[in-house]
């Protein structure tokens, strides 16, 4: 069948905020196979597509999905690992993140991968930065959280005791103010990079 860009873009906007809503179920190899058919199921039903098979709907959405690193991420944990720092990523993900990764080049570079769904919380629940502390094998008060969500990196990270950085790609010298908005009051002002590589100087 035909379809729009329009009507596309409305789809995977609406089985995007499924996902979302939705990530924590994908928990294993199974659960997240069951989540990928709900994800599809809402691709269909938004393009008013009864015709399309759910297998097709899913193996287009999937094929879909690709991810690549942004070009400062290799460089910077590559410094970091030099230095002898445990590098832990925690994301508001499914099973799929530590795959993700290694697609993308980063899984070699990195120490352990933790997901929400694998924890059972999201961001900014405490859960996912405990594990990730476990991980990395450091108390929450010599661990530095890098993230790029002000309520679910910076407030979280706080509330569990790590130091913070907000990464801002686009505009880092205005992302400082930004950075304190919704900020617990009487909040330090957040670190704010806009490169990877700026970490260096703050670890």
Same mark, same amino acid.
């Given at each position: 069948?035909?379809?729009? #860009?329009?009507?596309?873009? *409305?789809?995977?906007? %609406? #089985?995007?905020?499924?996902?979302?809503?939705?990530?924590?179920?994908?928990?294993?190899? @199974?659960?997240?196979?069951?989540?990928?058919?709900?994800?599809?199921?809402?691709?269909?039903?938004?393009?008013?597509?009864?015709?399309?098979?759910?297998?097709?709907?899913?193996?287009?959405?999937?094929?879909?999905?690709?991810?690549?690193?942004?070009?400062?991420?290799?460089?910077?944990?590559? *410094?970091?690992?030099?230095? !002898?720092? +445990?590098?832990?990523?925690?994301?508001?993900?499914? @099973?799929?993140?530590?795959?993700?990764?290694?697609?993308?080049?980063?899984?070699?570079?990195?120490?352990?991968?933790?997901?929400?769904?694998?924890?059972?919380?999201?961001?900014?629940?405490?859960?996912?930065?405990?594990? *990730?502390?476990?991980?990395?094998?450091?108390? *929450?008060? +010599?661990?530095?959280?890098?993230?790029?969500?002000?309520?679910?990196?910076?407030?979280?990270?706080?509330?569990?005791?790590?130091?913070?950085?907000?990464?801002?790609?686009?505009?880092? $010298? !205005?992302?400082?103010?930004? %950075?304190?908005?919704? @900020?617990?009051?009487?909040?330090?002002?957040?670190?704010?990079?806009?490169? $990877?590589?700026?970490?260096?100087?703050?670890?």
């Amino acid at each position: 069948m035909e379809v729009t #860009e329009e009507s596309a873009t *409305a789809a995977f906007r %609406a #089985e995007i905020g499924y996902y979302l809503a939705h990530h924590l179920d994908g928990r294993d190899a @199974a659960s997240l196979d069951d989540l990928r058919d709900r994800c599809a199921q809402v691709i269909v039903d938004a393009l008013d597509a009864p015709a399309v098979e759910l297998p097709t709907a899913k193996d287009a959405m999937l094929a879909a999905l690709r991810f690549s690193a942004f070009a400062d991420a290799a460089p910077a944990l590559r *410094a970091l690992r030099r230095r !002898g720092l +445990r590098l832990v990523v925690a994301s508001n993900w499914d @099973a799929s993140l530590a795959e993700v990764l290694e697609r993308a080049g980063l899984g070699p570079l990195v120490d352990a991968v933790v997901s929400s769904a694998e924890v059972g919380a999201p961001k900014p629940a405490p859960e996912l930065f405990a594990a *990730a502390l476990e991980r990395a094998g450091v108390p *929450a008060s +010599r661990a530095l959280h890098v993230g790029d969500s002000i309520a679910g990196d910076v407030e979280g990270a706080r509330a569990a005791g790590l130091r913070t950085v907000l990464m801002v790609r686009d505009d880092p $010298l !205005g992302a400082a103010v930004r %950075a304190l908005q919704g @900020a617990p009051e009487g909040a330090p002002a957040v670190p704010t990079i806009g490169d $990877l590589r700026e970490l260096r100087s703050l670890v």
